[in-house]
C-alpha cells in the first residue's frame, strides 16, 4: 500500500522494474525443457488414441507424443506439425481493466527508459494506449561465430476492458467466493475473505 513515506518513490518505475525482474525469474527457471513424463497409461492412451489433442482432426503416419515442455506432462496425440505449432508464448502479459482509460502514458514513459527504448503501442489517442510492450533481455550467449546474443522476451500491456466491455463490479459480482480460488489462497480466514471482497467490490 502507498503511504506519505513513499511519496517520494516513483512507483510507476518500481512497478516496471518489478515486472522486468520477474520476466526474468520465469524465464531462467523454465530456462530448458523438460523431458517428457510418460506412463504406462499415457502409453496406453496414446497407442489406442485416433484423433489429435490440439486439431481434432484424424491422426495418421505423422502422430507424435505431445507434451508441457515446463512440466513435462504428457499431454497426448498429436500431429507432427501441431506439436511443432504448440508453443510456449514468448510474451508476459500484464492485465489492466480499463488501461485505455487509466494513465497507461506513465509506464510507457517508463518503458522507454532515459535511453529511449522502442515501445510497439496501439494508440486511440497521443496519450491513451489499447495495448503497449517492449522487449526485457533475459539472457544472453556466445553463438558459434563468436558474437553475442541476446535472448529476449516482451513485456505486453494489455486492456481486458477490451475483451469484457463492464465495470469490475459488475464483473465481480458474478463470481461465488468459491470462484476466488487464487485470493482465497492468500486469505484462509472466511471473514477477512468476505471483507477483502466488499472492499475490492466498493472501490471499483
Known amino acids: ?39 504406462k497409461k499415457d502409453a496406453k492412451n496414446y497407442n489406442a488414441a485416433t484423433i489429435c489433442h490440439t486439431c481434432g482432426g484424424e491422426l495418421g503416419k505423422d502422430k507424435v507424443r505431445d507434451h508441457c515442455h515446463l512440466g513435462g506432462k504428457f499431454r497426448g496425440a498429436a500431429h507432427n506439425e501441431c506439436n511443432l505449432n504448440y508453443k510456449i508464448p514468448k510474451f508476459f502479459p500484464v492485465v489492466f481493466h480499463n488501461l485505455t482509460g487509466y494513465d497507461s502514458h506513465l509506464f510507457v514513459k517508463k518503458l522507454r527508459g532515459e535511453m529511449g527504448e522502442k515501445i510497439n503501442r496501439i494508440p486511440c489517442n497521443e496519450e491513451k494506449y489499447v495495448s503497449f510492450s517492449r522487449d526485457v533481455v533475459v539472457d544472453k550467449f556466445i553463438n558459434e561465430e563468436g558474437k553475442e546474443v541476446l535472448v529476449n522476451r516482451e513485456l505486453r500491456f494489455i486492456d481486458s476492458f477490451r475483451f469484457m466491455p463492464s465495470s469490475l463490479d459488475a464483473l465481480s459480482k458474478n463470481l461465488s467466493k468459491t470462484q476466488c480460488k487464487n485470493l482465497g489462497a492468500f486469505f484462509k480466514d472466511q471473514q477477512k475473505l468476505d471483507l477483502l471482497l466488499r472492499k475490492a467490490r466498493s472501490i471499483t
Do not use: C, G, P
Request: glycine share 0%; aromatic share 16%.
Open 1 to 39: 500500500m502507498f503511504t506519505a513515506e513513499d511519496e517520494d518513490d516513483d512507483v510507476a518505475q518500481i512497478f516496471i522494474d518489478s515486472l522486468e525482474e520477474e520476466i526474468r525469474e520465469i524465464y531462467n527457471r523454465f530456462k530448458f525443457n523438460k523431458n517428457m513424463i510418460f506412463t
